[in-house]
Structures are given as structure tokens and as C-alpha cells.
């Protein structure tokens, strides 16, 4: 039964990529080397979180790619990090290791192609990961 | 010394007199289908008599940018001047094939995936120009969405004012209250457009925005 529902992903890996490998490259180079990874039929676990420019240009370059790389349907995507109710003192230390470490190396970002996430169902209280079946 | 302060004095008062008559650009971002355009027929219709934009129930339905220039909105005796900007849904997946859920033909399914795809680019760069925007969200709809958060972080990185509304308040689903836990920072004003619902509050909120504007 598990094998019949899973029998239409074609295959895919899950691959968690450290903020240090980005850390270096400026926001071309990210969104090209993050996009590439999805293309390869990877579900992304980013240390970190691109800037907020960047993650509108990512949505921006994954609608371009749309329609030009045949069977490539978009991106799901989810941030993890702490939603700013950590208080003055909190905000102040995770700005400052933000500043030394050179992003907000405590969030997580997720992504994958659509073509195998359905979906990242988030509440407040959990997130789940739903595969296409 | 004396005349310059003077000059200065009126030339203030010139320039006081025609800052109310500049035009704000006004826009409507979000995810599709939550409304943008039937809020921005609302307020257009209310005020100039005119309509935006056909609305939908299929997504995506606004491809381009759309533009109403000179909305002059009242309220409460107050007046002010508007350049509305209907921006297509932002979306990070678009796939014909859930167009075809819709009856639509495969053809003309894919054509409005790709003409999708182009308005969300256009949405993004649209970004930039803009003095003021609401963010409308279907309040039927979990808020816990990167779409949501990205277009809200853009906005706060280039200090434009926002406004979250939470649209189809008339419906059983909707909850604004999820939508407030999910955005604590931010006002949200619960509409609902279809049917005209609070529409004064939402009025008197973006008198309050467009001074910060």
C-alpha cells in the first residue's frame, strides 16, 4: 500500500546545506546554486535565511524558470526562525550573532521542487512536510 | 536673516498646500484569490464609479498590473488622492494543470499559467514604486504563509507602510484572530469585500498608513 502511494515520486534526496557553503557567495550565486540543487530533485534544508530581497528574487527567478525547464512546476518554501517574540535583550543577541556569523544562521529554510512537496503546512505549533502521493 | 526666514516661512506654507494633493501609490499585494482585486473594485467603485478589474474563482485571474490613477477616497469629511495598483497573486508554484480543475481547456490553461508566472515577476518588481500597500489575505486561509512573509519583510526592509487585511470575514471558515496571531507587529483590519463589510475602519486605517507614507 506505502509502496503504491509513493510509486508516482519519481525519487528525490533530502539535503541539508550548511550557511557556511553561502556564506561567500553574493545573492546571484545563492539563488543560482539553491535553485540548482531544487532542479536536481533536492528538498533543501538551508542553515539560515536568505535576505528578504533574496527571497523575492528567488520567487521571481522560479517563476522565470516556469515553462522553460520542462516539467519544473515551481518551489515550496518555509523560513523557520524566531518570530520576534524573543523580547529586547533576545533581539539584541541574536542580532549581534547574526552580525558575527554573517546571516541568521538560527533559522532554516526549506525548500523543494513542487513537483514532490505538496506542501508546508505551518502553525504555530508544528510543520509538516506533505509529499505528492 | 530676516527675509530668509520669511521666504522660508511661505514657502512652507506653498509647499503644506500642495503636499495634500499628491497622488500616494496605493497597492494591493497577496496571495491569489484572496481578494485584492474585488477590495480595489470596492473602493473604486465607491468612489470614482468605476470597476478595477474582473474578478474570479479561478486563481490568477489578474495577470498584469492593473492601475486606477486619481481615487480621490473621503472619509469623515477628509479627502485624499490615490494612485490604486491591483498587483496579480504571488505565488511560488503555478501548474496548469490545476487550472484544468476549473473546466478550463488544456490550452488555454497553460497560456494562463504562463501569463501567471509573468505577473508574479511583474508583482515583485513592482515592489519598489510603491508609497503605501495593503496586504490582503483570505481569512479563510492558514496566514502561515512564506509568501505572506516574504512580501511583509520586502516591505518593512524598504520602510514601506503596511496594512493586513483579512478578507472574506463573511464567511463561516474566516478568522482574523489566527491572522492577528500570525502578524502581532502589524494592524489587521478584518473586510469583507464582496459584500462591503467594515470597510469604514478599513478607510480610517489607510488615512492613518498614508500620513506615514
Known amino acids: 500500500m506505502v509502496k503504491k502511494r509513493l510509486g508516482k515520486i519519481k525519487g528525490f534526496s533530502i539535503q541539508f546545506?550548511?550557511?557556511?557553503?553561502?556564506?561567500?557567495?553574493?545573492?546571484?550565486?545563492?539563488?543560482?546554486?539553491?535553485?540548482?540543487?531544487?532542479?536536481?530533485?533536492?528538498?533543501?534544508?538551508?542553515?539560515?535565511?536568505?535576505?528578504?530581497?533574496?527571497?523575492?528574487?528567488?520567487i521571481g527567478d522560479t517563476m522565470a524558470m516556469i515553462g522553460h525547464v520542462r516539467g519544473f512546476k515551481g518551489v515550496e518554501l518555509a523560513v523557520i526562525s524566531e518570530n520576534g517574540k524573543e523580547g529586547f535583550f533576545g533581539k539584541f543577541r541574536s542580532n549581534l550573532v547574526s552580525a558575527i556569523a554573517g546571516g541568521d544562521i538560527g533559522a532554516v529554510t526549506i525548500i523543494g521542487p513542487a513537483t514532490i512537496v505538496k506542501e508546508i503546512k505551518r502553525n504555530p505549533k508544528k510543520i509538516e512536510l506533505l509529499l505528492k502521493g | 536673516m530676516a527675509i530668509k526666514g520669511f521666504t522660508n516661512f511661505f514657502k512652507r506654507i506653498f509647499l503644506n498646500m500642495f503636499k495634500g494633493k499628491k497622488e500616494l501609490k496605493l497597492g494591493f499585494y497577496g496571495p491569489p484569490n484572496a481578494g485584492k482585486t474585488s477590495l480595489a473594485n470596492r473602493i473604486c467603485k465607491d468612489f470614482t464609479g468605476e470597476e478595477m478589474g474582473t474578478v474570479s474563482k479561478i486563481p490568477h485571474e489578474t495577470r498584469t498590473v492593473q492601475f486606477k490613477e486619481k481615487v480621490e477616497i473621503e472619509y469623515k469629511g477628509k479627502k485624499m488622492l490615490f494612485k490604486m495598483i491591483d498587483t496579480p497573486g504571488i505565488a511560488t508554484k503555478i501548474d496548469y494543470e490545476d487550472f484544468l480543475k476549473y473546466r478550463m481547456k488544456k490550452k488555454d490553461a497553460m497560456e494562463r499559467a504562463k501569463e501567471a508566472t509573468q505577473g508574479v515577476v511583474e508583482s515583485i518588481k513592482w515592489l519598489d514604486?510603491?508609497?503605501?500597500?495593503?496586504?490582503?489575505?483570505?481569512?479563510?486561509?492558514?496566514?502561515?504563509?512564506?509568501?505572506?512573509?516574504?512580501?511583509?519583510?520586502?516591505?518593512?526592509?524598504?520602510?514601506?507602510?503596511?496594512?493586513?487585511?483579512?478578507?472574506?470575514?463573511?464567511?463561516?471558515?474566516?478568522?482574523?484572530?489566527?491572522?492577528?496571531?500570525?502578524?502581532?507587529?502589524?494592524?489587521?483590519?478584518?473586510?469583507?469585500?464582496?459584500?462591503?463589510?467594515?470597510?469604514?475602519?478599513?478607510?480610517?486605517?489607510?488615512?492613518?498608513?498614508?500620513k506615514q507614507a
Open chain 1, 17 to 58: 546545506l550548511p550557511y557556511a557553503e553561502i556564506r561567500g557567495l553574493n545573492s546571484d550565486e545563492r539563488i543560482k546554486k539553491i535553485l540548482h540543487l531544487v532542479l536536481e530533485n533536492n528538498i533543501l534544508f538551508l542553515q539560515g535565511r536568505l535576505e528578504s530581497s533574496e527571497e523575492t528574487r528567488l
Open chain 2, 129 to 210: 514604486d510603491m508609497d503605501v500597500v495593503v496586504i490582503v489575505l483570505d481569512a479563510t486561509e492558514n496566514p502561515y504563509n512564506q509568501v505572506n512573509l516574504t512580501i511583509i519583510g520586502n516591505l518593512v526592509a524598504r520602510k514601506i507602510p503596511v496594512l493586513i487585511v483579512a478578507n472574506k470575514i463573511d464567511l463561516r471558515k474566516s478568522s482574523i484572530k489566527k491572522i492577528e496571531a500570525a502578524f502581532p507587529e502589524y494592524e489587521v483590519i478584518g473586510i469583507s469585500a464582496k459584500y462591503g463589510k467594515n470597510l469604514e475602519e478599513f478607510y480610517e486605517s489607510i488615512f492613518k498608513l498614508a
